[in-house]
Structure formats: structure tokens, C-alpha cells
């Protein structure tokens, strides 16, 4: 019986507070007598809690590892890529784990989750680290983007957010409808310019603008939404195109809307490569720019986000902090420089609107 009555720190397991684990195989009497004081422990009794613990933060490392292999392989299969927009929560899934798995010496489980972070951070690291280039001298352009939410049961507090914005461009996605044209209206009589024709009555992308719109297209309609607004805007003595987005949304359980998704990202991104140098896209793209689909949106386009260098701005869904992501974005292309990216505050939307303060450098 001895021999069952080993301690911790001889399995392997680390020490053991005594009064749990005692290291003899039989604890000493205490003073003034306790006869249940002096019963022998058992192994299996004293040290069930730390093996379970242990196995369950192995076990989570697991998952972790397994999650992370699916996104590296996201372009094979559908559900695979609806992983990929989680990279923040991945690593603070691994640090925290990783904390466990020091404590409680799970050295393998330590070394999985090591390896999930530094993956997954690597991929979004540059949302702080990129460099954010001095701001030339040029024309200064705030460029705001929003998903409005069409069931919105606050239009008026996204005309409030407009006009409190001092934006000099603004794009707005899934404002149709009736219930719109009071707050599209509000809206448009602080913009001399909108798109497209028959914007009071709402439309899938909408863009107003101080300066001079020439141009409008709307793009066509693909699996039944209309993913995108392509104009052309005069700022100063330049021409800049501007494209507000929104492309179909995936679903959790079906494949259709993922896509029909990829086919509207690959369709913008034929219509961005046949425009001239200076480009803003922005809009709800129902992507975070890690997935494998929106890296090639922006390979093909040379477009860059105007977030990096400015940090973590996730802006869907409102109603759930931790599950955040960022899916709505400015790109940016040519000689624009982005000064400052922030989220802009609740709209009634179960999406944020994003802000970007633009400079248009002088041409050369």
C-alpha cells in the first residue's frame, strides 16, 4: 500500500502543497490529536484535480492546433475560411491557455500553443507594426463607410453620425426602403453630390460627396445583391475613384454565400485593375483581409488597407465584443496616405462605421 502513496513532484507533475500531498505515506499526527489527520492519501485522491486540469488545457491546445490547421488550408473548403477572421481570439485563446499550461508543466501543450500564437499573430501584426509614413502636404479627405443596417430601427441616429463626422466622402451600404428616405434626405442636404441617380429612395451602395461626382456605375447583380458602387470623384485637380462595397454575407451552414462572396470580390477586383492609379474601395466587404479570398482581392489590386499601422478596429457584430471582427474596410491605392483609422460609434447598426483620414499627396 506504501507504494501507492507517492507524491507529485515523483510523476512529474511539479510540487505539491503539503497539506494536500503529503510526502510520506503517512502524514504525522498533528498536535492535540486528529485521528482523520493521520489517514494515509492516496495518490489518485490528492492529485485528481491537477491531472484533469492538465489534460483538459492538452486537450484545448488541441483544438487550437487542429482550428488553426483548417485556416492555413482555408481555400479548400468553405467552413475552413469562416475560421480565418478569428486571428486575434486565437491568440488570446493560446496566451491564456498558455499561462495554464506553464502552471500546471504541460510542456507539450505549451510548445502547441507557442506555435498557434506566433502563427496567427504573425498574420495580423500588421495592424500595429506597420509603419505609418510621415504625412505628406496635399489634400486632406475623411472618408467614412458604413453598413446602416437596412432593418435599422434608428435611421436618424445614422444622419446624426453623417452629419457630426465632418467627412468629405461617405459611403453607405443596405440603407433601402422607405423607411430611409427621411434620413437620406437629411444626409444629401449636406452633400452637393450623390450617387447613384434615385438615392433618396435608397440603394444597395450609396456615396455623397463635397466634391464633384462624374461618374457612377452601379456594378451587376450577382447571386441576387448588387456588391458595389464604382464612381469617380474630382478632389482638387485629381481624379480619384471611389467604390463603396458590400457583398454578399456567407452563412454558417451553407456554402452559397461564401460563394457568392468570392465571386463579387474577384468581380471587383477586374473592375479595380482597370481603373486609374488612385483608388479608394470601401464598405462592408463581410471579410476580414486574412482570409485567402481577400488577399487576392488585394494581390491583384495592389490596393492597401488604410487600417495598418493603426491598430485593431473590429466593427461586426456590435452585440458581441469578444467575437469582433473587422469586416468593414477603406483600401486605399496610388499616392493616399493613411493619417488616422478609427471605428466610429453605434448606429443602431449590428455594424460600427469606420473614419479614415486620407492625405492626397500633390502630383509630382
Known amino acids: 500500500m506504501a507504494a501507492a502513496w507517492v507524491t507529485g513532484a515523483s510523476l512529474g507533475l511539479g510540487p505539491v502543497d503539503d497539506h494536500q500531498c503529503p510526502t510520506g505515506a503517512r502524514r504525522r499526527k498533528p498536535v492535540g490529536g486528529n485521528a482523520a489527520a493521520g489517514r494515509p492519501f492516496s495518490w489518485r485522491t490528492c492529485q485528481r484535480r491537477p491531472l484533469i486540469l492538465k489534460i483538459a488545457v492538452t486537450l484545448a491546445a488541441a483544438l487550437l492546433a487542429l482550428v488553426t490547421v483548417a485556416v492555413l488550408n482555408a481555400r479548400l473548403w468553405w467552413p475552413?475560411?469562416?475560421?480565418?477572421?478569428?486571428?486575434?481570439?486565437?491568440?488570446?485563446?493560446?496566451?491564456?491557455?498558455?499561462?495554464?499550461?506553464?502552471?500546471?508543466?504541460?510542456?507539450?501543450?505549451?510548445?502547441?500553443?507557442?506555435?498557434?500564437?506566433?502563427?496567427?499573430?504573425?498574420?495580423?501584426?500588421?495592424?500595429?507594426?506597420?509603419?505609418?509614413?510621415?504625412?505628406?502636404?496635399?489634400?486632406?479627405?475623411?472618408?467614412?463607410?458604413?453598413?446602416?443596417?437596412?432593418?435599422?430601427?434608428?435611421?436618424?441616429?445614422?444622419?446624426?453620425?453623417?452629419?457630426?463626422?465632418?467627412?468629405?466622402?461617405?459611403?453607405?451600404?443596405?440603407?433601402?426602403?422607405?423607411?430611409?428616405?427621411?434620413?437620406?434626405?437629411?444626409?444629401?442636404?449636406?452633400?452637393?453630390h450623390a450617387a447613384p441617380d434615385g438615392w433618396r429612395s435608397g440603394a444597395p451602395a450609396l456615396i455623397f460627396s463635397?466634391?464633384?461626382?462624374?461618374?457612377?456605375?452601379?456594378?451587376?447583380?450577382?447571386?441576387?445583391?448588387?456588391?458595389?458602387?464604382?464612381?469617380?470623384?474630382?478632389?482638387?485637380?485629381?481624379?480619384?475613384?471611389?467604390?463603396?462595397?458590400?457583398?454578399?454575407?456567407?452563412?454558417?451552414?451553407?456554402?452559397?454565400?461564401?460563394?457568392?462572396?468570392?465571386?463579387?470580390?474577384?468581380?471587383?477586383?477586374?473592375?479595380?485593375?482597370?481603373?486609374?492609379?488612385?483608388?479608394?474601395?470601401?464598405?462592408d466587404f463581410n471579410t476580414t483581409l486574412w482570409s485567402p479570398h481577400a488577399v487576392a482581392l488585394l494581390d491583384a489590386t495592389g490596393l492597401r488597407p488604410a487600417a495598418h499601422g493603426h491598430g485593431w478596429h473590429a466593427t461586426w457584430p456590435r452585440w458581441m465584443p469578444p467575437g469582433r471582427i473587422p469586416i468593414d474596410h477603406v483600401l486605399l491605392r496610388g499616392p493616399l496616405t493613411s493619417e488616422r483609422f478609427g471605428r466610429g460609434p453605434a448606429i443602431g447598426s449590428d455594424h460600427f462605421p469606420v473614419v479614415a483620414d486620407l492625405v492626397l499627396a500633390p502630383p509630382p
Not at 464633384?212 to 481624379?239: F, K
Open 210 to 283: 463635397r466634391h464633384p461626382i462624374w461618374y457612377d456605375r452601379m456594378a451587376r447583380r450577382t447571386a441576387g445583391r448588387t456588391p458595389y458602387l464604382a464612381t469617380r470623384l474630382t478632389v482638387g485637380d485629381r481624379s480619384v475613384s471611389v467604390i463603396g462595397v458590400h457583398p454578399t454575407s456567407p452563412a454558417p451552414f451553407d456554402g452559397d454565400g461564401s460563394r457568392a462572396r468570392n465571386r463579387q470580390l474577384r468581380q471587383l477586383a477586374e473592375t479595380a485593375a482597370g481603373l486609374d492609379d488612385l483608388l479608394i474601395v470601401a464598405g
Open 80 to 192: 475552413f475560411d469562416l475560421l480565418t477572421h478569428f486571428r486575434l481570439q486565437y491568440v488570446a485563446a493560446a496566451a491564456v491557455l498558455l499561462v495554464a499550461a506553464l502552471v500546471l508543466r504541460a510542456w507539450p501543450a505549451a510548445a502547441i500553443l507557442v506555435t498557434v500564437a506566433l502563427l496567427h499573430g504573425w498574420v495580423i501584426k500588421d495592424l500595429w507594426t506597420a509603419p505609418t509614413p510621415e504625412t505628406p502636404p496635399g489634400e486632406r479627405l475623411r472618408v467614412v463607410a458604413a453598413n446602416v443596417l437596412n432593418a435599422n430601427r434608428t435611421p436618424e441616429a445614422v444622419a446624426d453620425f453623417v452629419a457630426r463626422s465632418d467627412a468629405d466622402v461617405v459611403i453607405l451600404v443596405d440603407a433601402v426602403g422607405p423607411r430611409w428616405v427621411e434620413a437620406l434626405e437629411e444626409i444629401g442636404g449636406l452633400y452637393p
